[in-house]
């Protein structure tokens, strides 16, 4: 292809993305407009508030949508997807215990509902509940067999028990009902990730870039992944496809640094002082932006970087010791 058409086949790419994503927008607009008109109409009737507060919510517009939940809730307190995404969007704001009452209370009156027992796991979850909400997915399960986000969202329990082994089944069941789900595979590969199968997580986090190539902490992911197996060029590789996605990534920039930390120690200060430019406060830059320079014998500066790290680090954080070691050292 000589450079005039691959110029002109570009353009017209362009344009056709450009059209799709207008088009897209038009189904947005025509959805939304199509609801309220439906809503506007029928004041008084639950559905339209419900399917309203549905194609907001997908719109990601949470605080209207939780308006119409409420409206709908009020009209008709057994609808079931009003009550069922309301318990969501309380959970989703932060609203534990108040999810926890509206989807509890529903349940008991509708034992049979695969989504409400669903989002009841998952409000049970963020509570900490885990044997809870591991009972409300299998019961979901047994209502609904084929329903992936169930088996997914036990495999999220799982893994925080560090159940792994059950996780990475649970995983797998979701990924073969659906395929070409992206948040399934990231989830079966931060398993294997955790079981220490990097090549297989790797095979994993590649289907899903094919899938979501512009998501950034993808390729933060494969990056580290790669560094960890010992191959530098593809671990760089990744970390710049991030950095080029999204410029202002902090933990972009980190992960080059640390990939650039075991063989050029100023292109790795160059990139932590690209994401503490960013992110004054980021924990991990301050870290490893101290042991570089300890590395350079800029002692000073490295003084400095320990002391903000151990002032912004959680009292939970692995490296706290050590930061503590390397301060006192340093300070003789």
Do not use: C
């Amino acid at each position: 292809m000589t450079l005039k058409y691959e110029t002109a086949f570009f353009i017209a790419i362009a344009v056709i993305l450009s059209i799709a994503a207008f088009q897209r927008n038009i189904v947005w607009m025509n959805e939304l407009t199509f609801w309220r008109d439906a809503r506007d109409n029928s004041l008084n009737k639950a559905r339209p508030h419900t399917n309203l507060g549905a194609a907001l919510k997908r719109k990601w517009l949470i605080k209207d949508a939780e308006k119409e939940f409420t409206i709908a809730v009020r009209i008709d307190p057994d609808d079931h997807d009003a009550v069922v995404n309301l318990g969501d969007i309380y959970r989703i704001n932060g609203r534990l215990a108040d999810s926890l009452n509206v989807l509890m209370n529903f349940v008991k009156k509708h034992p049979t509902t695969p989504y409400g027992r669903n989002n009841l796991g998952n409000v049970s979850g963020d509570m900490n509940l885990y044997d809870n909400a591991l009972q409300e997915y299998s019961i979901a399960l047994k209502l609904k067999p084929f329903f992936p986000d169930a088996h997914n969202n036990m495999a999220v329990i799982y893994k925080r028990q560090g159940r792994l082994i059950d996780a990475r089944r649970e995983s797998a069941q979701a990924v073969d009902m659906i395929p070409d789900n992206p948040t399934y595979r990231n989830n079966l590969a931060l398993t294997l990730i955790d079981m220490g199968k990097y090549k297989e997580a790797l095979g994993e986090l590649n289907i899903v870039e094919a899938m979501e190539p512009k998501y950034p902490d993808i390729h933060i992911r494969m990056a580290r992944l790669y560094f960890t197996i010992g191959d530098i060029i593809m671990a760089e590789n990744s970390a710049r496809k991030a950095i080029a996605i999204q410029p202002m990534d902090f933990k972009a920039h980190v992960t080059l640094g640390n990939i650039y930390k075991s063989t050029n120690l100023d292109l790795a200060i160059k990139e932590y002082e690209t994401a503490l430019a960013i992110n004054p406060d980021y924990t991990e830059a301050h870290y490893n932006m101290a042991v570089s320079l300890k590395e350079m014998g800029r002692h000073e500066e490295a003084l400095k970087h320990y002391r903000k790290f151990l002032e912004t680090a959680p009292p939970d954080e692995p490296f706290r010791k050590d930061a503590m070691k390397h301060l006192e050292r340093l300070k003789k």
